[in-house]
């Protein structure tokens, strides 16, 4: 069993900056990718980004440029880094790991991000 717990989140003026992080605790079975999605309110949850295991990131197209995904492969920590931000980057953030072997997804409680002035 894995546990996601994010940190992070606020209130933060259009412009400003955010870094979200998140820790996984447990057993993970092999392979994992880690990555950010959110949810704003009436939305589907979309992929903001994923960082996979060599290393390689994926952004969504409305965040490229602004956001940074990093990770600690010692912690299995998985960080977003948030520049530029917008009111329509208002949402829930979650943190999630998928493990490539079962393919199973495991999810964090999410964090509230506002941009707002």
């Known amino acids: 069993q894995v546990q996601l717990v994010e940190s992070g989140g606020g209130l933060v003026q259009p412009g400003g900056s955010l870094t979200l992080s998140c820790a996984a605790t447990?057993?993970?079975?092999?392979?994992?990718?880690m990555g950010w999605y959110r949810q704003a309110p009436g939305k589907q949850r979309e992929l903001v980004a994923r960082?996979?295991?060599?290393?390689?990131?994926t952004y969504a197209d409305s965040v490229k440029g602004r956001f940074t995904i990093s990770k600690d492969n010692a912690k299995i920590m998985v960080y977003l880094r948030m520049n530029n931000l917008k009111p329509e980057d208002t949402a829930v953030y979650y943190c999630?790991?998928?493990?490539?072997?079962?393919?199973?997804?495991?999810w964090g409680q999410g964090t509230q991000v506002t941009v707002s002035s």
């Open positions: 999630n790991l998928h493990e490539v072997t079962r393919s199973f997804d495991y």
């Open positions: 447990g057993t993970i079975l092999g392979g994992y990718v």
């Open positions: 960082i996979f295991s060599g290393g390689t990131t």
